[in-house]
């Protein structure tokens, strides 16, 4: 999907017809609703395995030993509302001291410590 993003911005799928919307969807053996979220969470894979390292979690070993707790929050990542909030946490260097105040991922991470 960052394909997407690269060309349309944050919003990709914003203004696309629904019927095309469909046929792409199709294409990638999507349910449409499933590229609708992928096409905006692009750029949220990269954020969760940094909030991990931030707080002090190896993503690669979890995902190794846990591959569906790994995607489920992958999957929660890639919906995730505080995406900006997220962003600026990580510039600014506060995310690992605050994830609990904006993180939906927050308290799965805290049980993997």
Not at 29 to 50: C, I, Q, S, T, Y
Not at 61 to 83: H, N
Request: charged share 25%.
């Amino acid at each position: 999907m960052r394909f997407l993003n690269k060309f349309f911005g944050d919003n990709a799928l914003a203004g696309v017809d629904g019927e095309l919307v469909d046929e792409m969807a199709r294409d990638l053996l999507m349910a449409p609703a499933d590229l609708v979220v992928a096409a905006h969470a692009a750029g949220a894979p990269e954020l969760m395995p940094e909030m991990m390292r931030e707080i002090g979690l190896d993503p690669e070993a979890i995902q190794a030993a846990m591959p569906g707790l790994y995607r489920d929050m992958a999957a929660t990542c890639a919906t995730c509302p505080s995406r900006d909030r997220c962003e600026a946490e990580m510039e600014m260097g506060t995310a690992g001291k605050r994830v609990d105040e904006f993180c939906p991922n927050a308290w799965t991470f805290e049980g993997l410590k």
